[in-house]
């Protein structure tokens, strides 16, 4: 099979890992002129971006993407932690982080069985587009369960987080980012509403524990709280969604491991560590150079944009291993890759 012609193409190639690994031998950083990107694929160049003072998330002149300015998309993504490096946005990271520790110790896995029941409908024939639905709406079925959103405006705020996250990409088309608009307007009013109730004081939610993280940290803005609970939604919502599909293809194209999940529905959680390692569905992030520098050897000019690639010997999940520990300790913090993917049951009712 012919090589990606480029490592962004390669993300949608069937197999794009003997590129990966050439790309890691031969080139462990480069500067793709046609892309207009630097490269960085090896761990060790994929390690020294991440924990760089210099590698930011978005560029200094542009910390908001231009297309979104003035819009409740932008309030939103102006508080995300995600999207801001920065001292002032220490004790926020500090909370969301705390807050994604306590995600696998909250019922997460009860509610992804009963949401992935409610969603497969046990009555209706299984499709194409049935299991692309599913895999994007359970993610943000469950975590929104988890941050207090109530049952009734579930479908609502599956739908909204779809059109919010396809407005944000630099290449959506202008209909899809004035989408995306209404979708941030709809959810910010969603949130700022389950900010007020927090008042009272008997909450439970994750929502709650993000509110009280932060105030613990030292954040009290009311808006950093609706929009880190948003972003907990959109964080989750494709990365998940690609996990979800991956293992549906691995376990599809695997009958050996198809009939032995069969035959032992626990042995799931083996195969997704499985397809975490070897076919990740998040295979790259950027960083931007704050200012002309040289990085590891070379010379970089500033504002050059960097694609870092999760290569498959340090691909996500061992990598969102490193997110917390103490060496990568530049700006992004925990993540749990691994919590929402369907239960056992709930893969044999996908697959068999
Ligand atoms: C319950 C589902 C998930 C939630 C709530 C979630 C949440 C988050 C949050 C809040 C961050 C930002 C952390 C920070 O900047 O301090 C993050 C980053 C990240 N997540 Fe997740 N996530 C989920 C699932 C996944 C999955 C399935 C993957 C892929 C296997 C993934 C890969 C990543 C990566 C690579 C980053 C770092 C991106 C960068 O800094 O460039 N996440 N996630």
């Known amino acids: 099979m012919p090589f990606p012609p480029d490592p962004i193409a390669a993300v949608i190639h069937p197999d794009p890992y003997p590129y990966y690994a050439d790309l890691v031998a031969s080139k462990p950083i480069y500067r793709d002129e046609t892309l207009g990107l630097w490269v960085a694929s090896s761990a060790a160049m994929v390690r020294a971006v991440l924990t760089s003072d210099i590698c930011r998330v978005r560029p200094l002149k542009e910390p908001i993407p231009k297309a979104l300015l003035g819009s409740p998309a932008a309030t939103i993504f102006g508080h995300l932690v995600r999207w801001n490096d920065g001292e002032q946005h220490g004790p926020c ?8 520790q306590s995600i696998e110790e909250r019922s997460t896995a ?4 009963k949401w992935a029941r409610f969603l497969l409908g046990e009555s209706q024939p299984q499709t194409a587009s049935r299991l692309q639905d599913f895999a994007f709406h359970l993610p943000v079925y469950v975590i929104a369960s988890l941050l207090g959103v109530p049952q009734e405006e579930l479908h609502h705020t599956a739908v909204w987080v779809s059109e919010y996250v396809s407005g944000l990409a630099p290449s959506s088309p202008p209909s899809q980012v004035k989408q995306g608009k209404i979708a941030s307007r709809h959810l910010l009013d969603l949130f700022r509403a389950l900010s007020r109730r927090l008042q009272a004081g008997l909450d439970q939610s994750l929502l709650a524990s993000l509110a009280w993280e932060a105030k613990r940290a030292g954040c009290e803005e009311a808006e950093v709280i609706v929009a880190n609970g948003i972003g907990f939604l959109s964080q989750a919502y494709e990365a998940t969604a690609g996990l979800i599909g991956n293992t549906v293809v691995t376990l599809a194209s695997h009958r050996n491991v198809r009939e032995q999940v069969a ?14 390692r070897y076919d990740p569905p998040e295979q790259n992030t950027r960083r931007t150079l704050l200012r002309m520098d040289m990085l590891l050897v070379k010379p970089c000019k500033r504002a050059t944009v960097f694609l870092s690639f999760w290569q498959p010997q340090i691909v996500i999940h061992r ?7 103490s060496t990568y300790k530049g700006r992004t913090g925990v993540c749990l890759p691994s919590v929402l993917v369907p239960t056992p049951v709930q893969a044999k009712r996908l697959l068999l």
């Open 93 to 100: 990271k500090q909370a969301v982080q705390a807050c994604m």
């Open 110 to 113: 009860e509610l992804g069985h």
């Open 263 to 276: 035959a032992d529905p626990r042995l799931l959680r083996l195969v997704i560590e499985e397809v975490l």
């Open 319 to 325: 990598s969102t291993r490193t997110l917390s520990d």
